[in-house]
């Protein structure tokens, strides 16, 4: 795994907040419906994806590249979420509730999106609830490889929606997220193939 992609991501995302933060009005540049709708689905996004991180807690025996993988997945994706929620705040649009605290103060609901009525979203790479119930309760024999299958479909859902917002939006902050979501969750995607074809 490729440690140094998230840590940086995270190290760029952290800058680009505080600077939010201080100015009081960072990302009042351009931004559209695109950025808008980026912002909004991929919180929720990240907020499955940390809730199946957190199913690797507790697990003993896990292969410890999915253990540091997931513990990188809780921290960047959390801050992200701080950020994009900030980006929600400072253009007046609704910011999603996730229900887990963040750095933020906001509170952040672990796979707590809207569906269809079958626990499935139209975001792409989110899981169903029956999928997550599945992950949650699969034995240590069969969680790994589980694990590493869901959690490249939802990375692959995340590149999309990076692609689709680098194609389409305005902010240049977004972009600069969105750029780094792509080449994070890319390379973690081809280590996380490797580990499932070594295995």
């Known amino acids: 795994m490729r440690s140094f992609v998230i840590r940086t991501t995270t190290t760029r995302l952290g800058v680009l907040l505080s600077g939010l933060l201080l100015a009081g009005c960072g ?52 801050e992200e979420i701080d950020a994009m929620s900030a980006w929600l705040e400072e253009w007046e649009e609704p910011v999603p509730e996730t229900g887990f605290a963040t750095g933020d103060g906001h509170s952040h609901s672990e796979g ?5 009525g079958d626990g499935t979203t139209g975001m792409p790479g989110m899981m169903g609830e029956a999928e997550m119930e599945r992950l949650a309760q699969a034995p240590d024999r069969v969680f790994e490889d589980l694990w590493l299958q869901m959690m490249i479909a939802h990375h692959e859902g995340a590149v999309e929606m990076a692609g689709r917002v680098l194609e389409q939006g305005e902010s240049e902050d977004v972009a600069t997220l969105a750029s780094d979501v792509r080449t994070a969750q890319a390379e973690e995607i081809e280590a996380m193939r490797g580990w499932r074809t070594a295995g």
Not at 52 to 65: E, F
Not at 112 to 116: A, F, K, V
């Open 27 to 78: 990302t009042g540049e351009d931004h559209n419906d695109a950025d808008v709708e980026f912002a909004t689905d991929m919180i929720g996004h990240h907020a499955q994806a940390i809730e199946m991180a957190n199913y690797t807690i507790g697990r003993d025996g896990l292969d410890p590249r999915i253990t540091e993988l997931a513990e990188d997945i809780r921290v960047s994706q959390t």
């Open 112 to 116: 707590g999106h809207d569906d269809g």
